[in-house]
Structure formats: C-alpha cells, structure tokens
C-alpha cells in the first residue's frame, strides 16, 4: 500500500470511516488527507447530509407498501425483544 | 459527462428492449451450420495434416493482430458498425469457404474468418455494459444482461451445429456453408435495428496516439485492474485448452464416435449455464467462491488420473463452467474500471492477451501429450487452475462498482497527482430544497438489500451489528450494503441540485 491514500481510495472507504469501522493506521492516514483535499470533504460531508436528510424520514415515507420488508423487520424485533 | 439517470424500475423495462436487438444478433450470428463438417469438407477438398496445421496458424497471428486496432476503432468510431463489418467479413468467409476447391482459397476464408472473430471480440461486451449504464446509470444489470447473452450463444451454436449436421447429411457439406449466409444476414439487421449507446463518443476526439497509448497502458498498469485482467486471462486460456484438446482424452480412452458430438454439445452448453449462474449475486458469497476456486483444480486432478470416460467428460465440463461462472463478475469488474471510451479497445487487449498466453501452453500440451500421454499434460492444466484459484479472492472480494466513476480520478501513472480528483465535487448549497422528494425516490429506486440495509441504518438508526443480523449477512457486506445505497442516494441528490442551479 502506498503511504498517501488517494482520493480514489479514499471515496471507497467513507462510509467505514464514518462508522468508526475502519483500523486505526487506516483512519490515521484518512484523517491525514482530508485537510488538504476539498474535493474528498465535500463528499464527505454529502455522505453526512444523506445520513442527515434519511434520518428525517418517517419509516412511512419508506415504501411501506412492501408488506414482506415490513413482515421482516417485525419479524426481527418480534425475535430480539423475546431474547 | 454525467448522463441523466430515469428511475431504476422504469430504466430496467427499457433496457430489456433496448438489448433485445443484441440478444437476436448474438444468437443468430452463431448458428454456424458449417463448423460441424469443417474438417470432413476440408480433407475433401485436399487439406493434408500440415495444411490443416497451417490453417490454424493463419487464424492464430490473424486475430491478435487484429484485435485490439479493431476495438481502437470501435471506441473512436462505432460498436455497431465494427460488428457490422465483422457480419460481412464473416459471409465472405462462409462463401469463400463454400465455393472453395482447393486448401489455398480455404486459406483465404480462414484468413477472413480470424478478422470477423477478431473485430467481434470485445464488441458485444462493450456495447451491452455501455447500453447498461445509459439505460440504468449502474453497472449493475451487466451481469445478467451478458449471462443472457453467452447462454443465447451456445444455444445457438449447438442448434446449429446439430442442423449443420443433418444439412451436410441431407444436401451436401458446401450446402451447409451457405446456408448459413441468411442467419447471418438476419443478425446484421438485429445489429442495425439496436439504438447504439453513444458514452464513448467525445466532443473533441482524443488524438489517436494517445487512445493507443491509453488502451495499452490500462492493461498493463498495476493496480485493482490487474489481478481482474490476470483471472480473466487464465478463464480464457484455459477454456480454449479444454476446447481444443477435449477430445484428445476422448481419443486416449477409446470412446465410440458417438459420444464426440455429445461431449462437444456439453461443453458449450456449459459456457452458456455458467454464465447465466455467474450473475447471480450469491456468486460472490466467500464459501461459494472458496468452491469455485477449488473445484476446476479437482476437476483437472480427475483429468489426470482417471480412466472413466464419463468422469473425464464430466470434469471438462466443470472446468469450462466454472470458469464462464467466474468469467460475469470479472467482466463486470473490469468494464467498472474503465472509462468508456477506452472500453471496446481495452476489452480486445484481454483477449489478445489470452491468445499469447495460450499459443505456448497449446504448444507445452502438444509435447507433453505426445511425449507422456494427455493425462500427463492434465498437469500443465492443473497448474493453470491453481493459479487461478489463487487470483480468486484478490479479483472478486474487493465491491465492483466504484462509487464514483473511474474518470473522476486521474490516472495511476500520472505525474503530479495519481488517483486525485479531476475536477472535485464541489459542497451542496445550504439550503437543498426539495432534497425529500428526490431523497425517497432514491431509496424508493434502491434494489432490496440495499434498501433494507438503508431503511434499518439510516431511517431507524439500528446498529451494523442488528441490521446485518436483520438481513442474515455479515458485518462488512452490510456495510458494503449501506456504502453502496448512499453513494446511489448522493448520485440523485447530486443531479437534482445540479440540475436546479443550472437550469
């Protein structure tokens, strides 16, 4: 691996950067690119509106018609809160 | 260069028309009545062993030669057109080859017939990924367009051998050749009747030195690419092995005649089934590619120490399926990877390569068959497969589509700034307006895994650890998931605010 990430690297590994998920080295050399690169904060910071506006969704407005997403999730909360 | 994007479920409505031109051609184009009696109508009209050798050697500098200029050509020109020309110079081939009396003029045909298969070459891929895009804004949909494809190939191609057959029985073997002249006519006007994709055209035409020297170093260049190209190459060599000396086995272990059409039939059946099982999306689940990794290696173990015919026939047909299965996904790796413009020309190269690769393997086998026995040669194949089984995971574990496409970024030999933004996206004004609306359409868009892995971590703020529980996966595929669904979101928001500041 080279020493400095690039942008094209860098754009693959956001959503992992965001969760916390990524291994320390690797987050050390993300939060090393970022200062000097506009390009790479403002896709970050698109990524974080995505996150934001989504969150503002009611679970209605998300295709509720689907009555199998829904059977599912129901399914799974049915299963962890008997747990 | 951006192109505008309909919704998802209306795009992949229109994409199926769109292609169906594309699977006629395909299909058509491989009715080859006359491959079943090539051989028989050549030795009647004088071909020794030599010349039948020489044949094979016109045919083999021919299409690499070839390939790669007439995939440049493709790219700065047109995809339909080339493949037009390749239609006609494959009906001269078939005429020429049908009127011929003696070995010369067959020279010509097979001659005639290496410039059609090489302007072919990459071709069809390249329109099919490019229509893909334009239809769909995704490379997702690749995979079982180009499955559909191979699968109509080889059905074609037994149908007509089959028929070709009973024509060279019922009529004559030079009837067989022109008979299949109209098949070939119907696939040109399939061919005309498809609405090309037009991604690769430019505004200003790059100069042509640089397209070559372009084409040639995203080959070659280290990187994601080349371990993709590398597997791609060794799938390639080793199907062509199995389809040239096949039969040699057969041969070794004293097979009635009756079972050669049979074997023949199985393993072109094979390439058009694997394909279509290569774009499922649980191919690429680790245990299932751990299989597909090992399994060819088994199968090449059998050809080498079993005597049993059907075994032998069975492992030749797992080795040829395996590596159309694994074949999908490579192809839609390597065209994520590469801009459009470079696409035809780039997927020629491949197969050039496979051919330069595969010129001294066949030569190795011939040896060492004659030398040692062909199950002794089965050991050349085994290692072919066990380097491919190496390449494996590196090839097909990283996620295929790039969350920005592959000419966002310069180049990886550029000299200032390598893998830096062209032009870098620019912020979102403050106030976005009516992102909502766009926002649940795109979520309304996403395919269902994507869109529960969306709905469970960004609508209602579950864990990873829950949502990838929810959908029955793992962390990191959910993660890979969720990366994906929010680069599909961003794409739509971000057209949507372009679209609105620049009206």
């Known amino acids: 691996m080279t020493d400095n990430l690039a942008c094209v690297e860098i754009v693959e590994l956001v959503t992992d950067y965001l969760d916390g998920a990524l291994p320390a080295p690797l987050a050390a050399r993300v939060d090393a690119h970022l200062p000097g690169c506009p390009g790479c904060r403002a896709v970050l910071a698109q990524w974080g509106a995505v996150i934001a506006l989504a969150g503002q969704l009611s679970p209605a407005d998300v295709r509720a018609a689907d009555p199998l997403v829904r059977q599912r999730i129901l399914a799974a909360l049915r299963r962890t809160r008997h747990r | ?503």
């Open chain 2, 1 to 503: 260069m951006e192109t505008t994007r309909p919704p998802t479920a209306l795009g992949a409505a229109r994409l199926a028309r769109r292609l169906r031109p594309v699977y006629v051609a395909a299909g058509l184009q491989n009715v080859t009545l006359w491959v079943p009696v090539e051989k028989l109508f050549m030795t009647s009209i004088g071909f020794s062993t030599a010349a039948i050798g020489v044949m094979a050697a016109v045919y083999a500098v021919v299409v690499p030669l070839l390939e790669v200029p007439s995939g440049i050509l493709a790219d700065r020109w047109s995809r339909r057109g080339v493949l037009i020309v390749a239609l006609g110079a494959l009906a001269a081939s078939v005429t020429v080859g049908g009127l011929s009396q003696d070995v010369g003029w067959y020279l010509v045909a097979a001659a005639l017939l290496g410039v059609s298969f090489a302007m072919d070459s990459g071709t069809y891929e390249s329109m099919v990924y490019d229509a893909v895009v334009e239809e769909t804004g995704d490379g997702g949909p690749f995979e079982r367009a180009i499955g559909r494809v191979r699968l109509v190939q080889s059905v074609a191609l037994v149908v007509g051998a089959l028929a070709g057959g009973v024509v060279a029985e019922v009529l004559s073997p030079r009837a067989a050749y022109f008979l299949t002249l109209p098949w070939i006519g119907c696939a040109a006007v399939a061919v005309v009747l498809f609405r090309e994709p037009s991604l690769h055209r430019r505004e200003a035409p790059e100069p042509i030195r640089a397209q070559v020297a372009a084409t040639y170093r995203t080959l070659l260049e280290p990187g994601r690419l080349r371990s993709v190209i590398a597997l791609m190459v060794l799938g390639a060599v080793l199907m062509q092995a199995v389809f040239e000396f096949g039969p040699v086995w057969l041969v070794a272990l004293d097979v009635p005649p009756v079972a050669y059409g049979p074997q023949w039939a199985g393993l072109t059946l094979a390439l058009g089934v694997g394909a279509v099982l290569g774009a499922r999306p649980g191919v690429l689940r680790r245990p299932v590619l751990a299989v597909l990794a090992v399994l060819p290696v088994g199968a090449c173990l059998l050809l080498a120490s079993s005597r049993a015919a059907l075994l032998v026939v069975a492992a030749q047909v797992v080795v040829i399926g395996v590596s159309a299965t694994v074949g999908v996904p490579l192809a839609r790796r390597l065209h994520d990877g590469i801009p459009s413009a470079l696409r035809a020309g780039v997927a020629s190269g491949v197969s050039t390569l496979s051919w330069l690769v595969f010129l001294p393997l066949s030569l190795a086998i011939g040896l060492v068959g004659d030398r040692a026995g062909i199950d002794a040669a089965s050991w050349l194949l085994v290692a072919v497969t066990g380097a491919g089984a190496v390449l494996v995971g590196p090839a097909l574990r990283a996620p295929a589509t790039r969350t920005f496409p592959a000419q966002r970024f310069r180049p990886a030999d550029d000299p200032d700034w390598p893998g830096h933004w062209v032009t870098p996206p620019r912020d979102w004004p403050a106030d976005l307006g009516d992102a909502q609306a766009v926002l649940r359409a795109a979520v309304d868009d996403l395919p269902a895994d994507q869109q529960d892995v969306l709905v469970a971590r960004d609508v209602h703020g579950r864990s990873t650890a829950e949502t990838a529980q929810l959908i029955g996966t793992d962390e990191a595929i959910a993660r890979a998931l969720l990366h994906r669904a929010r680069a599909h979101v961003r794409d739509q928001l971000d057209d949507h605010l372009a679209s609105r500041v620049d009206p």
